[in-house]
């Protein structure tokens, strides 16, 4: 898991906006899973192919449309990322993004795993924070991420030109074997209405990580 320290220090960073190649998999343009409406999409080895990245532990997730968003899309984004989201105002600012990278664990119980992560998602976010100074980590703590329980750690820090972004990093056990997923979204206070950090559970990038499943093989 001590991997996931650079991958982090990676795939926070970037919130540029990227333009759709029309590379993404979209499977279903109106999908229904509670009460997300939006684009299907999922990874698995056919995808993996394609684009010449590691998918070990092939999933899906459901990005929700509006007539005030625009989705850009990244497929394997760089390093070992496996695909990144951008939720956007029509005038192309970016809202929030949501970014998924694989992670591996220990071979132990699911209550070792959510206690190890906990610890490595605080040191992750302190270690991938720009500048620490004018940062702060807000929680660390076991999470539900549809039927999988997950550890977040929820934050904000300051990105300079675009203000100040909150943080959310996900950490998604696979119950079926050791290749799990972190998932990273970062929100835009400048466009998002949010008025403290738990509001990043409410932005787009958080209600596509909601419907996250991972795929049978």
Do not use: W
């Not at 989705?71 to 496996?82: D, L, S, V």
């Amino acid at each position: 898991m001590r991997h996931l320290l650079v991958l982090m220090a990676i795939c926070i960073a970037s919130n540029a906006i990227a333009q759709n190649d029309g590379a993404s998999v979209t499977i279903n343009p109106l999908s229904v899973e509670g009460l997300v409406v939006g684009n299907s999409y999922e990874f698995d080895a056919d995808f993996a192919a394609e684009h010449n990245i590691a998918v070990p532990a092939p999933f899906g997730f459901i990005a929700p449309t509006s007539d005030e968003t625009r989705i850009y899309t990244q497929p394997a984004p760089g390093g070992t990322g496996i695909f990144k989201v951008h939720f956007t105002t029509l005038q192309d600012q970016v809202k929030s993004n949501l970014q998924f990278v694989p992670m591996t664990v220990t071979n132990s119980s699911e209550q070792a795993q959510l206690d190890g992560l906990q610890t490595l998602l605080q040191q992750a976010f302190t270690a991938s924070i720009p500048n620490p100074d004018r940062a702060e980590l807000s929680v660390v703590q076991v999470t539900q991420i549809g039927p999988y329980r997950a550890v977040e750690a929820i934050g904000r820090y300051d990105g300079g030109a675009d203000g100040i972004v909150v943080l959310r990093v996900v950490a998604i056990p696979n119950p079926e074997g050791v290749d799990g997923i972190v998932a990273i979204i970062n929100a835009l206070a400048n466009n998002e209405p949010m008025q403290e950090v738990n509001d990043v559970l409410n932005v787009d990038a958080s209600r596509a990580l909601s419907t996250f499943r991972f795929l049978a093989d």
